[in-house]
């Protein structure tokens, strides 16, 4: 192996597991305070505004707070597997970013190959599912360790959950491995821009059944039941406080980004552009065009709405900058509309509908009450895995009889 | 093989959802439960005791600790039973001025229970949206009587003054909005799958029970029982206003909600009503400076927000009372939450809870 290959097979991918795993615990922060931002906004509340400009430092001084606070452990706790839980829960979600894929097309950085993913795995859905699962142990060590009632119920609700909730997860996404014919994530977005649609279109069921086991399984609301603050005051991390509870806190934040990730991939084209067949919307590929003077626009517009007490100005500004990103994009000057920075618009995309979800969840917090154990399970025997094992089928015949797509 | 044993675990007194400082210690098997024993008394202040050694007027202040998210339904009480043992006959427009203050106060405890038991089951935004339209209310009683929680707004005789000039302009502001708002919360509740799973047919409270256990207020008419102390036995001329008791029919944890959310706008029927034909004239009844009711004893009942309210004094001429005791709609109905929550799910508990909305001020005195 020449010196070129080891730096492009090796060391590039280490790199970019360190820049994963240190900027995936900066985005969860900053995606806590979108949440409180839009729970706040949905509740008629300010959300976080002290700590910074509009509450901007306020996720540095929780993880300031949470790093320097005291970390007990119970007394009567198993120290060891008390220690080891939370360890046990976050790698297999930061193990899971591996196979994510934020863009298409490998592009070169001094002369050398960088790949938008660490890793192709052939086996990458799989993968997804088998490391997604191993979260559930460091959960039920955490809440059997503790040596607490609240704890174990917690824990032992928790794992209930989500094995259940497993099996539908994966029933949805055969469907999606049947219809493009590989389990690599990279192969399945491919599939999707070849066939001409999303896999959301046939695969409307296993959406439905993928998304909704998907919030399950990362114990949100209204599958919030582990840690239902109103009947089992933490759930299975009660007894936890510090670094510990901040790295729980990183594994469920981890896990709802990897979900929106593979929700992305798997049914809405992960980087792919909607409509790629329209050429009067191809100046939108390179969405940032377009969206960076909106957003500079609107941005410059509310900090003067915020002198005058209104949010027209924002409106206003949005729409000159919108206007002005149309006309970069017709006029072309210098050919910057139409330069192709395939990487840039494909995780602009990416990141877009990954959001969505995103929101989606949080939206999500601010509706629904919570399930109880029993509908909790009902629902996921009795109408889930019917559906999704259906799904499966249905999707077979199908391609048996007319081909794949 | 296997051996399981059944789990004893203790809900609070310091616990998120047993609204305030009730104790529960619970049977569990696995997540079912076996045996429930509420313990109560934390929070026991021996207000009926206290009120032996003040003078009648000094007790009202205690009354609004007493049930401290319904206090003017207290005050209203109190006063009313010692009126009633001096023979007072009070002026219409204080009457009306208390009616309105009284059903404001059912709006604003039944907003807070409707927050809490939806926070209970986990559907929080409904809790911050109750308590925007409770602070429109608590600003109202603030601009009457200088106080958010505790009182103190009446007087043995009337009330001490007049509302403030513009006030019932105030009052006439939230009766207009609070319709829309209340549509926002059953958006979010009335008709959610997940909402009426977890409430119907959980804590199913039958109407021969309900009565057995004594059980008052809006869980007893969710059982069916047609009861409310403002039709049975009128008070503050409640018997010129027109309004409707909203009956439940199967009891359970749904129907108490349904039941509530009928009584807030049959409040606001009744709000709108007093400030249309409000009377003119005094607010205060002549009443001696020092307040000795004749010897003998009274018994008073008023329909609370949480049920039946009763004040009980016994007085022997003095200017202090020789026995006071208050019958606490709370303590009555807490009696029923084991046989409610029997044979169900630690998730039942909470929302039972919710649905009874107890408070332990009240409960414990």
Redesign the interface.
């Known amino acids: 192996m020449d010196q070129k290959a080891l730096i492009e097979q090796v060391a590039i991918p280490i790199l970019q597991v360190l820049i994963a795993v240190a900027v995936v615990p900066l985005l969860i922060l900053y995606l806590q305070l979108v949440e409180r931002k839009v729970l706040g906004f949905m509740q008629v509340r300010l959300a976080p505004r002290r700590v910074g400009w509009h509450g901007l430092l306020q996720p540095i001084a929780d993880a300031v707070k949470l790093m320097t606070k005291e970390d007990t452990i119970p007394a009567k706790a198993d120290r060891f597997l008390f220690t080891l839980a939370p360890i046990v829960t976050v790698a297999p979600a930061l193990a899971a970013l591996a196979v994510i894929p934020i863009a298409g097309t490998p592009f070169e950085v001094l002369g050398y190959q960088v790949r938008p993913w660490i890793s192709d795995l052939n086996i990458g859905i799989v993968y997804l599912l088998a490391i997604s699962s191993l979260g559930i142990y460091g959960i039920i060590l955490g809440g059997w360790s503790s040596n607490s009632k609240y704890s174990m119920l917690g824990a032992l609700r928790s794992s209930a959950q989500m094995i259940s909730y497993e099996v539908p997860l994966g029933f949805a996404l055969i469907g999606v491995m049947m219809l493009a014919g590989s389990a690599s994530t990279v192969s399945i977005v491919e599939a999707q821009r070849s066939s001409g649609w999303w896999y959301v279109l046939p695969q409307i069921v296993g959406f439905f059944c993928y998304f909704i086991s998907a919030v399950a399984e990362t114990n949100r609301v209204p599958f919030d039941l582990p840690e239902a603050e109103s009947e089992l005051v933490a759930g299975f991390h009660t007894e936890y406080s510090g670094m510990k509870f901040a790295l729980f806190f990183l594994a469920e934040y981890t896990n709802m980004i990897v979900v929106s990730s593979i929700v992305t991939i798997a049914f809405f084209g992960g980087w792919l552009r909607p409509f790629p067949n329209v050429e009067a919307l191809s100046w939108v590929e390179n969405g940032w065009v377009f969206a960076t003077p909106l957003v500079l626009g609107a941005f410059l517009g509310w900090l003067a709405g915020q002198r005058l007490g209104s949010l027209n100005p924002m409106i206003v500004g949005g729409a000159l900058g919108a206007l002005l990103g149309f006309g970069i994009a017709v006029a072309d000057p210098g050919g910057i509309a139409s330069m192709q920075v395939p990487v840039l618009s494909g995780a602009f995309w990416f990141t877009l509908k990954v959001s969505f979800f995103l929101f989606a969840y949080i939206w999500f917090r601010g509706t629904y009450p919570r399930y109880r154990y029993d509908q909790l399970m009902q629902l996921g025997w009795k109408w889930l895995i019917p559906l999704s094992v259906g799904n499966v089928i249905v999707t077979g015949l199908v391609m048996l009889l007319v081909g794949r797509p | 093989m296997f051996r399981t044993e059944e789990?004893e675990?203790n809900m609070g007194p310091q616990?998120?959802?047993t609204h305030g400082v009730l104790r529960l210690k619970l049977q569990l098997d696995?997540?079912q439960i076996k045996e429930m024993r509420p313990v109560i008394g934390y929070l026991h202040r021996g207000v009926e005791k206290l009120s032996e050694h003040r003078t009648y007027a000094m007790i009202e202040p205690l009354t609004d600790r007493l049930d401290y998210v319904a206090a003017i339904s207290e005050n209203l009480g109190y006063c009313g039973a010692v009126e009633k043992l001096m023979g007072l006959q009070i002026p219409p427009r204080a009457q009306s001025i208390r009616v309105v203050l009284a059903e404001l106060q059912r709006i604003a405890s039944h907003l807070l229970w409707l927050g809490t038991h939806?926070?209970?089951?986990?559907?929080?935004?409904v809790?911050?949206?109750t308590f925007?339209e409770r602070e429109i209310i608590l600003d109202l009683f603030e601009a009457f009587c200088g106080a958010r929680l505790t009182y103190n707004s009446m007087r043995i005789g009337g009330l001490l003054e007049d509302v403030p000039r513009g006030w019932f302009e105030r009052v006439r502001h939230f009766l207009k909005i609070f319709p829309g708002r209340m549509k926002e919360y059953e958006d979010?509740?009335t008709v959610?799958r997940?909402?009426l799973?977890?409430t119907k047919g959980v804590g199913v409270l039958s109407a021969a029970d309900a009565i057995a256990y004594g059980v008052s207020g809006p869980p007893l008419r969710a059982s069916g029982v047609n009861y409310d102390v403002r039709k049975a036995l009128p008070y503050s001329s409640y018997d010129q206003f027109e309004f409707d008791v909203p009956l439940g029919s199967h009891g359970d944890t749904y129907d108490r909600y349904l039941v509530r959310m009928e009584e807030l706008r049959q409040s606001c029927r009744i709000i709108r009503q007093a400030l249309d034909r409000m009377p003119d004239g005094e607010v205060r009844a002549k009443v001696p400076k020092y307040i000795k009711p004749p010897a003998g004893e009274v018994y008073h009942v008023v329909e609370s927000p949480r049920g039946e309210q009763g004040f009980y004094i016994v007085s022997t001429g003095g200017e202090m009372p020789y026995r006071v005791r208050f019958r606490a709609p709370s303590f009555v109905n807490l009696q029923a939450l084991p046989l409610m929550c029997r044979a169900g799910?630690?998730?039942?508990?909470?929302a039972v809870i919710g649905s009874i909305d107890i408070v332990l001020g009240d409960c414990d005195r």
């Open positions: 789990m675990i616990h998120p959802s696995g997540e939806a926070l209970d089951l986990g559907a929080m935004t809790f911050f949206y925007r979010l509740l959610n997940i909402f799973g977890r799910l630690v998730a039942d508990v909470v």
